[in-house]
């Protein structure tokens, strides 16, 4: 097997097999850390490829406690708060399992219980920060569990005043609908079979927001991953999932196969690129003898896809296969003390910048150059801890000019990391800030690209803990003007619902790329009536006839090699020669999205 390929389950440095049910992994300063249940306390293992982990044993085990259930960590200004389920050693009901939270100031802990929420069932959390707001969701049994018909345990939601308290304005999000969820039938000799969903974990692909749930009972083989979808809106509390394909179709995006049985709890998380997703999970190997005393779920990772209202895996894997994209540029632990530069800016990308900096009497100032020419022309931000701003900065040829200045978070500690997440496309940037805070602003063309980017301290010591730089665009709304830098198009406009044309149809003719890359074509249509054909010198053609609004189309280059995946259908791979002509013929189609990645 290659470098450039990996086979589940994931590997350990020190060679062992290491089990880790309900796997949650955060992606902090770089780093991939990730937390998972024990009988003993709460796994923790660390990667920087999400394929390669070395274990670092328990990051919280406490006096009279045992069963530490499905533990998920998120990161606010300094403090890492793990919400995590246990129950007392000496507890003879096993459902007196409590939802918790314990802080800790690093990610490997060791993290101290802080608080207990709940005095009943309650397990499974994940929280999410939504516009600037911190939601959870997580799983409880006293909503329908004394129905007749259909009791057991669900997803809900509520808000967070704060990491450590509940608004109370608890949401039903997901309840049983089909066979396949029962944990087991006539669970408790009162003639009602038990239902279970659980282990709620988001990912937002366009204006949709997957929830991806499991259900079933994480004992038996037929354990599965779930998916629900809802409009994206601006507070979580106002969306309504439902259930993809239906309430009433079984069609999981991960499922027993040959070779893995009892797949479920799983978080999304980018690849190291910052662009595509990939599900973490656990699964048993089919192929050795289930124990139910005998821990044996072992945490994988295979990659996911969307179209339309479609999460799409080819797993559960057990093969080898391509492993996770790196970053074009990863840059990590330097200590800044005098101007430093430390990549090149292009037309188009996303980049990661983990920041903090030396606490002293005086404060903290310092400039991050996102396009730096010379000393006279350059576009900045400047952080400065005394006035709690963030300012960005325009020079040309000597004149400066103020672009923005926004106001940083009352209690923003400047002394430890903060993510400054940065997407470029074209002279539009957006750069959001620890997940909260939310900038976009326009540029001069002339900064468009090949001008380098870095850090100039002011009398302060900054610490660059990481810096991931991907060649990426994501084009939607107005900006979708920029695909003409990728394909020739017909005469068209940007409606509602994308790029469209006046006429029944219209072409997109590729421009050559002389490079390894992967690209995601987001179509609306009108189901019945629209068709897509795919063209490749004209000798070879695909044609898709949707039948739902969205869909999606995936071409990933490699060397003289396309591959396809319509709709979630993969198709032959298709070698290329260096005189071919790739064409997609839209017919009552709309473009309404593009993201392209090179690799």
Same mark, same amino acid.
């Given at each position: 097997?290659?470098?450039?390929q990996f086979c589940n389950p994931v590997k350990f440095k020190d060679g062992k097999r290491h089990t880790n049910p309900d796997p949650f992994v955060l992606r902090w300063c770089g780093k991939y850390y990730c937390y998972s249940t024990d009988a003993k306390g709460v796994n923790l293992s660390i990667s920087s490829d999400l394929v390669n982990w070395e274990y670092l044993g328990l990051c919280i085990s406490e006096k009279g406690y045992k069963d530490y259930w499905a533990p998920a960590v998120i990161y606010i200004?300094?403090?890492?708060?793990?919400?995590?389920?246990?129950?007392?050693?000496?507890?003879?009901?096993?459902?007196?399992?409590?939802?918790?939270?314990?802080?800790?100031?690093?990610?490997?802990?060791?993290?101290?219980?802080?608080?207990?929420?709940?005095?009943? =069932?309650?397990?499974?959390?994940?929280?999410?920060?939504?516009?600037? +707001?911190?939601?959870?969701?997580?799983?409880?049994?006293?909503?329908?569990?004394?129905?007749?018909?259909?009791?057991?345990?669900?997803?809900?939601?509520?808000?967070?005043?704060?990491?450590?308290?509940?608004?109370?304005?608890?949401?039903?999000?997901?309840?049983?609908?089909?066979? +396949?969820?029962?944990?087991?039938?006539?669970?408790?000799?009162?003639?009602?079979?038990?239902?279970?969903?659980?282990?709620?974990?988001?990912?937002?692909?366009?204006?949709?927001?997957?929830?991806?749930?499991?259900?079933?009972?994480?004992?038996?083989?037929?354990?599965?991953?779930?998916?629900?979808?809802?409009?994206?809106?601006?507070?979580?509390?106002?969306?309504?999932?439902?259930?993809?394909?239906?309430?009433?179709?079984?069609?999981?995006?991960?499922?027993?196969?040959?070779?893995?049985?009892?797949?479920?709890?799983?978080?999304?998380?980018?690849?190291?690129?910052?662009?595509?997703?990939?599900?973490?999970?656990?699964?048993?190997?089919?192929? @050795?003898?289930?124990?139910?005393?005998?821990?044996?779920?072992?945490?994988?990772?295979?990659?996911?896809?969307?179209?339309?209202?479609?999460?799409?895996?080819?797993?559960?894997? +057990?093969?080898?296969? @391509?492993?996770?994209?790196?970053?074009?540029?990863?840059? @990590?632990?330097?200590?800044?003390?005098?101007?430093?530069?430390?990549?090149?800016?292009?037309?188009?990308?996303?980049? @990661?910048?983990?920041?903090?900096?030396?606490?002293?009497?005086?404060?903290?100032?310092?400039?991050?150059?996102?396009?730096?020419?010379?000393?006279?022309?350059?576009?900045?931000?400047?952080?400065?801890?005394?006035?709690?701003?963030?300012?960005?900065?325009?020079?040309?040829?000597?004149?400066?000019?103020?672009?923005?200045?926004?106001?940083?978070?009352?209690?923003?500690?400047?002394?430890?990391?903060?993510?400054?997440?940065?997407?470029?496309?074209?002279?539009?940037?957006?750069?959001?800030?620890?997940?909260?805070?939310?900038?976009?602003?326009?540029?001069?063309?002339?900064?468009?690209?090949?001008?380098?980017?870095?850090?100039?301290?002011?009398?302060?010591?900054?610490?660059?803990?990481?810096?991931?730089?991907?060649?990426?665009?994501?084009?939607?709304?107005?900006n979708l003007a920029f695909l003409r830098e990728y394909y020739d198009v017909d005469k068209t406009f940007i409606g509602e619902e994308g790029i469209k044309s006046n006429e029944d149809i219209f072409i997109l003719t590729d421009k050559v790329k002389n490079t390894d890359f992967a690209e995601e074509i987001i179509f609306h249509s009108e189901p019945k009536v629209s068709?897509?054909?795919?063209?490749?010198?004209?000798?070879?053609?695909?044609?898709?006839?949707?039948?739902?609004?969205?869909?999606?189309?995936?071409?990933?280059?490699?060397?003289?090699?396309?591959?396809?995946?319509?709709?979630?259908?993969?198709?032959?791979?298709?070698?290329?020669?260096?005189? =071919?002509?790739?064409?997609?013929?839209? +017919?009552?189609?709309?473009?309404?999205?593009?993201?392209?990645?090179?690799?």
């Amino acid at each position: 097997m290659s470098e450039s390929q990996f086979c589940n389950p994931v590997k350990f440095k020190d060679g062992k097999r290491h089990t880790n049910p309900d796997p949650f992994v955060l992606r902090w300063c770089g780093k991939y850390y990730c937390y998972s249940t024990d009988a003993k306390g709460v796994n923790l293992s660390i990667s920087s490829d999400l394929v390669n982990w070395e274990y670092l044993g328990l990051c919280i085990s406490e006096k009279g406690y045992k069963d530490y259930w499905a533990p998920a960590v998120i990161y606010i200004n300094g403090n890492f708060y793990m919400y995590y389920s246990n129950i007392r050693t000496d507890e003879v009901e096993g459902h007196n399992i409590w939802l918790k939270v314990a802080v800790a100031d690093n990610p490997k802990g060791p993290f101290i219980w802080k608080k207990t929420f709940f005095d009943e =069932f309650s397990i499974d959390a994940h929280p999410v920060i939504w516009n600037s +707001q911190l939601y959870m969701f997580y799983s409880v049994n006293n909503i329908i569990g004394t129905d007749e018909k259909k009791a057991g345990t669900i997803i809900v939601m509520d808000k967070m005043l704060s990491p450590l308290e509940f608004a109370g304005e608890r949401k039903v999000v997901l309840l049983p609908s089909i066979e +396949q969820e029962i944990f087991q039938k006539n669970r408790f000799n009162d003639g009602r079979d038990w239902y279970t969903l659980e282990g709620a974990a988001t990912v937002v692909h366009g204006d949709k927001c997957f929830l991806t749930y499991s259900a079933n009972a994480y004992l038996n083989v037929d354990y599965f991953v779930g998916c629900a979808v809802a409009k994206v809106k601006e507070s979580l509390l106002d969306m309504t999932w439902k259930k993809s394909p239906s309430d009433y179709e079984w069609k999981p995006v991960l499922r027993k196969n040959d070779v893995v049985e009892g797949t479920g709890h799983n978080v999304i998380v980018k690849a190291p690129n910052m662009v595509d997703d990939w599900i973490v999970y656990h699964g048993r190997r089919a192929d @050795e003898e289930l124990v139910v005393t005998k821990e044996q779920r072992e945490m994988r990772v295979d990659r996911v896809l969307f179209s339309g209202d479609k999460m799409i895996c080819f797993g559960p894997t +057990q093969h080898d296969v @391509e492993v996770p994209k790196k970053a074009w540029i990863q840059v @990590e632990n330097i200590k800044i003390i005098s101007q430093v530069f430390l990549g090149i800016n292009e037309k188009c990308l996303k980049a @990661e910048v983990w920041l903090s900096a030396k606490k002293q009497h005086i404060g903290c100032r310092y400039d991050l150059y996102l396009a730096y020419i010379d000393e006279r022309n350059y576009v900045k931000m400047e952080l400065h801890s005394g006035k709690r701003n963030l300012c960005i900065y325009e020079c040309i040829e000597g004149i400066e000019r103020l672009i923005d200045t926004i106001n940083l978070l009352k209690d923003f500690i400047y002394s430890v990391p903060h993510l400054f997440a940065i997407y470029k496309t074209y002279q539009n940037y957006r750069i959001l800030i620890d997940d909260c805070i939310k900038v976009k602003f326009s540029v001069s063309e002339c900064f468009n690209r090949g001008f380098r980017v870095g850090i100039k301290p002011y009398f302060t010591e900054v610490m660059l803990h990481s810096l991931s730089i991907v060649k990426t665009v994501k084009l939607e709304g107005n900006n979708l003007a920029f695909l003409r830098e990728y394909y020739d198009v017909d005469k068209t406009f940007i409606g509602e619902e994308g790029i469209k044309s006046n006429e029944d149809i219209f072409i997109l003719t590729d421009k050559v790329k002389n490079t390894d890359f992967a690209e995601e074509i987001i179509f609306h249509s009108e189901p019945k009536v629209s068709e897509l054909i795919v063209a490749y010198n004209e000798d070879r053609r695909i044609s898709v006839k949707p039948d739902r609004e969205d869909f999606s189309i995936y071409r990933i280059r490699c060397g003289n090699v396309d591959k396809l995946i319509v709709d979630g259908e993969v198709y032959e791979d298709i070698n290329v020669q260096s005189d =071919f002509v790739y064409k997609l013929y839209l +017919q009552h189609l709309s473009v309404k999205g593009y993201i392209y990645t090179e690799s």
